[in-house]
């Protein structure tokens, strides 16, 4: 017997979360909605993301500050790390996350139906849930797929033999690697990779490119790369690895650099090399849905080829794969299916951190980028010791950029190296979705001494010399 639902959402993260609360708000309760999903519920941020990633990177943070404190007067100790135990924490932590804010939630939401299992589609407007105990038939007048993503595996030679790491699987791990070879740089590679040297391994970043990922100010991503270094990680840029295999207790990656062959030894493997999206077994082709290998092909409203089924977060074919992103579309969505909108997304506003130390964050245009698709932008660049709250914090590596319209002065794009980046950026996104001038955050009075300071300093250089200039000047 094929069961109906005024929505059908495929999937349990945080937009299928936000989907269906927003669904359930919008229509006092009274939509009928059914959730399919397999693997622990609340999807990639809260169970192997942004929860358990931050959770590590504030725990080493305090261990470096112990080896390294920042003050004169202020002795040094060697932490001594429970490696065990801190992931042992870690996991109860991601635990309690993941029953308050998705388990518990769901009993306010009665007309929330929960499936565990594995959905196709068999036509434009039904589904397969295919269980343990069978399956069974579900047709819906509205549908969402919001399957998430799931880590990129390269194809090397010996990989799968010697065995690896992912951003997903790194959190089992109860003993501390001795060393750690990360193949690939992005955002989570970094993350990971500065949190367990600061721990007490040795990383080694291994990749191909000189930079940290498409579409970051490249003036900024080097400065963080400059950074990490001088933290101690080791940069091995310009390698493309061809072979992975063991050699006693120790893992060898083997990769070409300049035409020769040279060996890495770790103790451990860790794949960073991006996401892709979760699109396999759902037979897209029979619900007449377009799909790539970067993922569903969706409209400004977020609808498919098929206009009863949408699509978001890490399964869309979108620049970013951000939670905070993947919820606000769940909520779109829900929103355009039951109040007949056709909102939308200007990506252009929508912030995005790297949350290693210093924090790069990011929202707007590069400078490259507004050149290529606007014709020319003014730009100005501030470094972080320019900042007085940073001189007292005793941090000296980072900068401020600020990417504007040559002829009006509306800013186009904001990007932070600094402490708390993340906490402060947004400001940009306030300055870009109001369409703000430098003249106009120059004229909103800010708090001294404050690191987002910088963004107002950066401003005030576009009219003046800053080294002529006093604290607090306006």
């Not at 990129?152 to 750690?180: A, H, K």
């Not at 892709?276 to 037979?283: C, R, T």
């Not at 606000?328 to 909102?343: D, L, M, P, Q, V």
């Not at 900042?387 to 980072?398: C, F, H, N, Q």
Request: proline share 4%.
């Amino acid at each position: 017997m094929t069961q109906e639902y005024d929505l059908v959402i495929i999937g349990r993260g945080a937009a299928a979360f936000s989907a269906a609360i927003r669904a359930s708000e919008i229509t006092s309760n009274q939509a009928a909605i059914a959730m399919i999903g397999y693997g622990p519920i609340g999807g990639t941020c809260v169970n192997v993301g942004c929860v358990p990633s931050k959770y590590i990177i504030e725990a080493a943070k305090v261990a470096n500050t112990q080896r390294n404190p920042r003050y004169p007067g202020i002795a040094s100790s060697d932490p001594a790390v429970e490696f065990s135990k801190l992931m042992e924490s870690l996991r109860e932590v991601v635990q309690e996350e993941r029953k308050s804010k998705y388990e518990d939630v769901l009993k306010f939401y009665p007309n929330i139906t929960m499936y565990e299992g594995k959905a196709s589609f068999v036509s434009r407007d039904t589904v397969k849930v295919t269980s343990i105990s069978g399956e069974e038939h579900m047709k819906g007048y509205n549908f969402i797929i919001a399957t998430g993503s799931s880590p990129v595996i390269p194809q090397i030679e010996g990989l799968e033999d010697t065995g690896y790491l992912t951003s997903e699987s790194v959190w089992s791990l109860n003993d501390l690697p001795g060393s750690i070879g990360i193949l690939g740089g992005g955002f989570v590679g970094l993350e990971i990779g500065q949190a367990m040297h600061r721990l007490g391994s040795r990383v080694r970043i291994i990749k191909r490119h000189d930079t940290i990922a498409r579409g970051i100010e490249s003036e900024v991503g080097s400065e963080l790369i400059r950074a990490l270094e001088n933290d101690g990680i080791s940069f091995l840029t310009g390698r493309k690895v061809r072979k992975v295999y063991r050699r006693g207790d120790k893992k060898i990656i083997v990769a070409e650099y300049q035409g020769k062959m040279e060996e890495i030894e770790v103790d451990e493997v860790l794949i960073a090399s991006g996401r892709k999206p979760n699109v396999d077994g759902l037979s897209l082709g029979n619900a007449g849905v377009e799909y790539s290998d970067k993922g569903i092909s969706v409209k400004d409203d977020f609808s498919t080829t098929n206009p009863l089924i949408y699509a978001a977060g890490d399964v869309v074919d979108q620049r970013y794969r951000l939670e905070t992103l993947a919820a606000r579309e769940g909520a779109i969505i829900a929103s355009n299916i039951f109040n007949h909108s056709t909102k939308g997304i200007n990506l252009q506003e929508v912030p995005w951190a790297i949350f290693t130390e210093p924090q790069l964050a990011s929202v707007g245009y590069t400078e490259d980028e507004y050149n290529r698709n606007f014709g020319r932008a003014v730009t100005r660049v501030l470094p972080l010791a320019t900042v007085p709250k940073a001189r007292i914090l005793r941090e000296g590596i980072g900068m401020f950029k600020i990417v504007a319209d040559e002829d009006t002065g509306r800013i186009a794009g904001i990007h932070v190296l600094a402490p708390y980046a993340a906490e402060f950026i947004i400001e940009g996104v306030t300055a870009i979705r109001n369409g703000y001038t430098f003249q106009d955050i120059i004229e909103n009075s800010h708090i001294f001494p404050t690191v987002a300071e910088g963004i107002k300093l950066a401003s005030q250089s576009f009219t003046r010399d800053m080294t002529k200039m006093s604290c607090c000047v306006e």
